[in-house]
């Protein structure tokens, strides 16, 4: 136990380091919320950054956390090797078995007969069991096996949904659907069968996770802490993928096993919502933060009804489940298409007092709200002009070839912003000059980092049904490609150094300088290359309005600060209008800008356009601190990407030339028997973007 106690301190040690090389800061909210002692399950979301997510959890948590890792990562020999050290939990994912089995299937006989399914050249006696998933192509449905009678005859145990019933009963090409629908009220038995079926099927099986459960279960009880990703693998969408109820039947399932411990007393576990939430997750440098949230409570009668089992087992899963999303969800910004995320980054912006600066946690607190109360008033009319408004300002911002908060400095131009621009452009100079050896030492690295990060994300994107570029793959491979890249390429220039050293030196000097070289001098040039290049990009940002302030007239710039000031006091007014009606009589505590400071803001607002300087005004360099955007869920997808299978959520996304993304529902199968009571389950899930898994509630029940 303490040797696997010093490993594990050991790891987080070393993964703080990593992460604070990748990333440029990492902060954590939160932290005294986690119950010091006792059973915790941390349910954390969105998994966007793939094997970077342990790692985040691990260094922020208070506690020490074992995780559920999918069986294929552990397979793997350094990420296995660690996951190993740190006592994780393989589980087998049923995804990671999906097959392609060769043949077409149909149905003989819909009418009378919608649960038998037939196949042209099948092996289903191979290739399929009882409660396997058959999952058709192009987002029809999915159905499961209830007894395979042949390798040619399947006994279903649900039909099909109703768009497959059609498309498997008419004639269609090899891996695309008709549009057409034939009459179904003809018996299509007599037909020749060589015209019908769907090639291009998956099948899914059945995987027994009773052991993975009592393995969780013990752990729980011995007081420890789980860390559980929900929706399953990592991705990269705009939105939480549908919540797998796992983690609920786990905390159950302990709770109702320990119900009336006599020595120990009941169990009580807690389950703990942690986000995460990057600026730019694939990109190095970026940004962090990670937030917990208050602990779900899981009360003894929410037990007692899972103990019931049947449907009040569903029930209680259910209620859990609806829980701790919502507790998770009010930790996460989401937007679900571009336009809404640049009009909520703008009226944040817009809405802070230009004397006010805010560092980036409560930049995202502000956007949270911002977010949410758009959510609500996104068809009030007073937000529907607004919105227009804001984007028509932006599309000033580009014209200009400026940022938001560089509109206060192109006004106030003279000698002394002539003076900057030169001297700015001389540090500049000298920082690429300092940054240039360590640029050229670093270049192969960095390009074959960037190589095989995006080699493995377009090989992610194809093994997947749910990633959209998979971009959640790219920080994790750049991390993995650095840790053996770096020491390489170190070692190589460090072998090169030593080669070159004059034998004249004895073998310990040489070696000891060459140890210098490796040890020493090659990371501190590589930092101060990352902090020089940093610094050096602050400052080149800052050239453009400096520049614009020197030589452009006030007049010519005089429109777009008239539409900022407008837009400033436009916001408030909605802000005063529509806040307490939001918050109710909360609404003066929630506030993050008092309302004197907003007046204040729209007096700062006109002074910039009578082209005055602020009070305390100073030509800062402002860098990605305070221009990087809030909403860290919205990642606009590649134009070649035009339509991506929805994994979970019940629809397709759709990408227009814009790069918006956009929703077309389709109806979706579902395994099980389908009651009055699964169906309003099942459009809750849709609603609320979680699932409750029939095979999962199935383990619970020993089936």
């Known amino acids: 136990m303490i040797l696997a106690t010093l490993v594990y301190d050991f790891v987080v040690a070393v993964a703080w380091l990593i992460l604070r090389v990748f990333f440029r800061e990492v902060r954590t909210r939160?932290?005294?919320?986690?119950?010091?002692?006792?059973?915790?399950?941390?349910?954390?979301a969105p998994h966007a950054n793939q094997f970077i997510?342990?790692?985040?959890?691990?260094?922020?948590?208070?506690?020490?956390?074992?995780?559920l890792t999918a069986k294929k990562s552990m397979d793997r020999a350094f990420i296995g090797s660690v996951a190993k050290l740190l006592h994780s939990i393989p589980v087998s994912r049923p995804q990671d078995y999906t097959t392609k089995p060769k043949g077409k299937i149909y149905l003989p006989d819909s009418l009378s007969n919608p649960l038998l399914l037939k196949g042209v050249n099948t092996t289903f006696l191979k290739d399929l069991a009882p409660r396997t998933i058959i999952t058709l192509p192009s987002g029809l449905g999915s159905s499961e096996v209830g007894s395979v009678i042949s390798d040619t005859e399947v006994l279903l145990k649900v039909p099909f949904p109703a768009t497959a019933i059609v498309s498997l009963t008419q004639p269609i090409m090899i891996d695309s659907v008709s549009s057409e629908s034939r009459d179904l009220t003809k018996d299509s038995s007599n037909a020749d069968v060589s015209d019908f079926g769907i090639a291009g099927f998956t099948a899914t099986p059945h995987l027994d996770q009773s052991e993975l459960f009592d393995q969780v279960i013990s752990r729980l009880h011995?007081?420890?802490?789980?860390?559980?990703?929900?929706?399953?693998?990592?991705?990269?969408?705009?939105?939480?993928?549908?919540?797998?109820?796992?983690?609920?039947?786990?905390?159950?399932?302990a709770?109702?096993?320990?119900?009336?411990?006599?020595?120990?007393?009941?169990?009580?576990?807690?389950?703990?919502?942690?986000?995460?939430?990057?600026?730019?997750?694939?990109?190095?440098?970026?940004?962090?933060?990670?937030?917990?949230?208050?602990?779900?409570?899981?009360?003894?009668?929410?037990?007692?009804?899972?103990?019931?089992?049947?449907e009040n087992k569903r029930k209680a899963i259910e209620?859990?489940?609806?829980?701790?999303?919502?507790?998770?969800?009010?930790?996460?910004?989401?937007?679900?298409?571009?336009?809404?995320?640049?009009?909520?980054?703008?009226?944040?912006?817009?809405?802070?007092?230009?004397h006010i600066k805010f560092d980036f946690e409560t930049t995202l607190e502000l956007t949270r709200k911002f977010s949410a109360?758009?959510?609500?008033?996104?068809?009030?009319?007073?937000?529907?002009?607004?919105?227009?408004?804001?984007?028509?300002?932006?599309?000033?911002?580009?014209?200009?070839?400026?940022?938001?908060?560089?509109?206060?400095?192109?006004?106030?131009?003279?000698?002394?912003?002539?003076?900057?621009?030169?001297?700015?452009?001389?540090?500049?100079?000298?920082?690429?000059?300092?940054?240039?050896?360590?640029?050229?030492?670093?270049?192969?690295?960095?390009?074959?980092?960037?190589?095989?990060?995006?080699?493995?994300?377009?090989?992610?994107?194809?093994?997947?049904?749910?990633?959209?570029?998979?971009?959640?793959?790219?920080?994790?491979?750049?991390?993995?490609?650095?840790?053996?890249?770096?020491?390489t390429f170190y070692a190589f220039y460090t072998s090169l150094y030593f080669i070159s050293l004059p034998h004249t030196s004895s073998l310990l000097t040489r070696i000891l300088k060459s140890l210098l070289i490796l040890t020493i001098i090659l990371p501190s040039i590589a930092i101060l290359t990352i902090r020089t290049s940093e610094v050096g990009y602050a400052y080149f940002k800052s050239l453009r309005p400096l520049f614009l302030a020197i030589m452009t007239p006030a007049v010519a710039t005089a429109p777009i600060r008239k539409a900022r000031l407008d837009l400033q006091r436009e916001i408030n007014v909605a802000i005063e209008k529509l806040g307490p009606e939001f918050y109710g009589d909360e609404f003066s505590d929630q506030r993050i800008v008092s309302r004197q400071e907003a007046i204040n803001g729209e007096g700062d607002g006109e002074a910039v356009l009578r082209g005055k300087r602020l009070d305390g005004f100073r030509w800062e360099v402002v860098g990605e601190k305070e221009t990087d955007d809030g909403v860290f869920l919205f990642e606009e997808p590649d134009e070649d990407n035009e339509w991506e299978e929805d994994g979970g959520s019940g629809g397709r996304l759709k990408v227009g030339s814009a790069g918006i993304m956009q929703r077309r529902s389709r109806s979706r199968g579902r395994v099980g028997v389908v009651t009055n009571m699964a169906l309003r389950r099942r459009q809750r899930s849709r609603n609320h973007s979680f699932e409750i898994e029939e095979a999962d509630v199935d383990v619970a029940e020993g089936k």
């Open 373 to 487: 109360g758009y959510e609500k008033y996104k068809d009030h009319p007073m937000i529907i002009d607004l919105r227009k408004r804001v984007l028509e300002y932006n599309q000033m911002l580009h014209d200009y070839g400026i940022e938001d908060h560089q509109v206060k400095t192109i006004s106030v131009g003279g000698y002394r912003e002539a003076f900057l621009l030169v001297f700015r452009s001389f540090l500049l100079l000298l920082m690429f000059f300092v940054a240039f050896p360590g640029g050229i030492l670093n270049s192969p690295i960095i390009y074959l980092c960037q190589k095989i990060a995006h080699q493995k994300a377009k090989e992610a994107k194809a093994g997947s049904t749910v990633k959209i570029a998979g971009k959640d793959v790219i920080g994790t491979w750049k991390v993995l490609s650095g840790l053996v890249l770096v020491p």
């Open 222 to 253: 011995e007081g420890r802490s789980v860390g559980i990703f929900p929706e399953g693998g990592s991705h990269d969408r705009s939105d939480l993928l549908p919540l797998k109820a796992g983690f609920c039947i786990m905390a159950l399932s």
């Open 30 to 44: 939160g932290k005294h919320l986690v119950p010091k002692y006792g059973p915790v399950i941390f349910v954390c």
């Open 255 to 310: 709770m109702a096993k320990h119900y009336n411990d006599p020595i120990h007393g009941p169990l009580d576990v807690k389950i703990v919502p942690v986000s995460l939430n990057y600026f730019h997750p694939d990109k190095f440098r970026s940004r962090a933060v990670v937030e917990f949230g208050d602990p779900v409570k899981i009360d003894r009668e929410l037990v007692n009804l899972y103990m019931m089992g049947g």
């Open 53 to 67: 997510d342990p790692l985040m959890l691990m260094t922020a948590a208070p506690r020490r956390v074992g995780f």
């Open 319 to 354: 209620v859990l489940l609806d829980a701790v999303f919502h507790r998770l969800k009010g930790l996460l910004v989401t937007a679900p298409d571009y336009d809404q995320l640049m009009f909520i980054q703008a009226a944040r912006r817009l809405y802070r007092p230009l």
